[in-house]
């Protein structure tokens, strides 16, 4: 103990001598004669220092502040020694249960300390409202409060957490530029995704960013969009239990969400068709529903491909004729792509698009035995347009050789004749 503490601990004595057996439980002018000494603190195990002061402004201004210290510590009085673990539960049965489920609440009964309990998060004699903007979890705070322990190198490798760059791009994306920088409460934040109190993994069924409940999740805030999604291909899919049917996050991402605009999101015009192509280009699953192959590379072989590897962004893209999130298969009368609606599909971009936009094949897989013609047409051209390169090259390399030799041969006549 340091000397602080001795000063505090005769103080304590001074108070427990005056006050006789059985007297009323103190109040909090009293915990605070020794409590309120900012130098207060008594030494752990470990040989940590640990503050036992408490501040009393802070504390009248926390939630709390009306209350007696023995509303918690009610095994306090004066003086005392190491008094119980406070129960939160005793006042916050439902939040308490949620937590004792929690990942974070299993590894706490079991005594690991470096996982938060309600102090963690909440704070303990400055605790306030989740509404007051000093709350450690209003909503603008809340990420702050979870990246204390996120962010932290170690408890990422001890607990095998994603990696700290993972959880630090929450802040880039989209939703955490509009909650830090803009200030919109109404922005996801942690809880709004992985929950508060009951925070599971995402590989267990009962947590809230389980596959299956993941469009319900991002619905709560995006109801429209859940709308749709539920009604399309996908959507169905993943209702049915068909685990690789895609859903919201295998689009747009989890922490590193961006704006469609944003070059560097997974769903901006540029980066859709390998987006999709993260499913319909693996053999598996073209196999397993029955999906045509070769739609990333045959997409990628044409005009509008070739056109977004090279930068147009307004070229048709997966999106532009499938749509986004009420994709249907293309024999379902409604879908966009079903033949009697492709001239409509393409007259978005080709005003004048008619009845022969929906004759010819979309993806085209240029072989011999797809698409003789197509076929034939490229290697000619491409036997052409290469023999013409050399030839140019050649004509260009011989024209400057003679250049070079005929201005050698007058050099030297030149000579000759001055000689």
């Given amino acids: 103990m340091r000397r602080p503490f001795l000063t505090a601990a005769l103080a304590a004595a001074a108070l427990y001598l005056a006050v ?60 005392h020694d190491k008094l119980k673990k406070v129960s939160c539960e005793k006042c916050h049965g439902d939040a308490g249960k949620s937590y004792a489920g929690s990942s974070h609440g299993k590894l706490r009964a079991k005594g690991v300390t470096d996982v938060p309990g309600c102090d963690g998060c909440h704070g303990k004699h400055d605790i306030r409202k989740p509404t007051d903007p000093a709350a450690r979890t209003f909503r603008l705070n809340i990420v702050a409060t979870c990246l204390r322990c996120h962010k932290d190198r170690a408890i990422e490798q001890k607990y095998n957490l994603p990696d700290q760059k993972v959880m630090a791009a929450y802040e880039q994306s989209v939703h ?68 690789e049917s895609p859903v919201c996050t295998d689009c747009h991402g989890e922490h590193t969400i961006a704006k469609v605009a944003d070059p560097t999101s997974s769903v901006s015009p540029r980066n859709i068709p390998k987006t999709c192509s993260g499913c319909h280009e693996k053999g598996g699953i073209s196999t397993r529903y029955a999906i045509q192959k070769k739609r990333f590379s045959s997409y990628m072989d044409s005009f509008h491909g070739i056109a ?53 094949d979309v993806h085209v897989d240029v072989s011999p035995k797809k698409a003789m013609g197509v076929f034939a047409v490229r290697l000619f051209y491409t036997i052409f347009i290469t023999s013409l390169v050399i030839l140019f090259a050649l004509h260009v390399g011989l024209e400057l050789y003679g250049r070079w030799n005929r201005k050698k041969n007058n050099g030297s006549g030149g000579k000759e004749g001055q000689s």
């Fill in 308 to 360: 977004v590897e090279y930068g147009m962004t307004k070229a048709a893209n997966c999106s532009s004729c499938h749509g986004v999130h009420d994709i249907l298969p293309s024999s379902d009368p409604a879908s966009s792509v079903n033949k009697a609606n492709i001239p409509k599909t393409c007259g978005k971009c080709h005003p004048n698009a008619g009845p022969n936009f929906a004759k010819g």
């Fill in 20 to 79: 006789p057996a059985g007297a009323a439980a103190p109040g909090v002018g009293e915990c605070m004669d020794c409590h309120g000494d900012s130098t207060i603190e008594k030494t752990l195990p470990n040989g940590q220092a640990l503050s036992l002061f408490v501040d009393l402004q802070a504390y009248r201004q926390s939630v709390h502040g009306k209350s007696s210290c023995v509303s918690c510590h009610a095994d306090a009085k004066a003086p």
């Fill in 176 to 243: 955490g530029m509009a909650s830090k920088k803009s200030g919109l409460t109404g922005s996801a934040v942690c809880i709004d995704c992985h929950g508060n109190h009951a925070i599971l993994p995402g590989d267990q069924p009962r947590s809230a960013t389980h596959r299956q409940s993941i469009p319900t999740m991002c619905g709560k805030c995006h109801p429209g969009i859940l709308e749709q999604y539920e009604k399309s291909v996908h959507g169905k899919g993943m209702r049915a239990g068909i685990a």
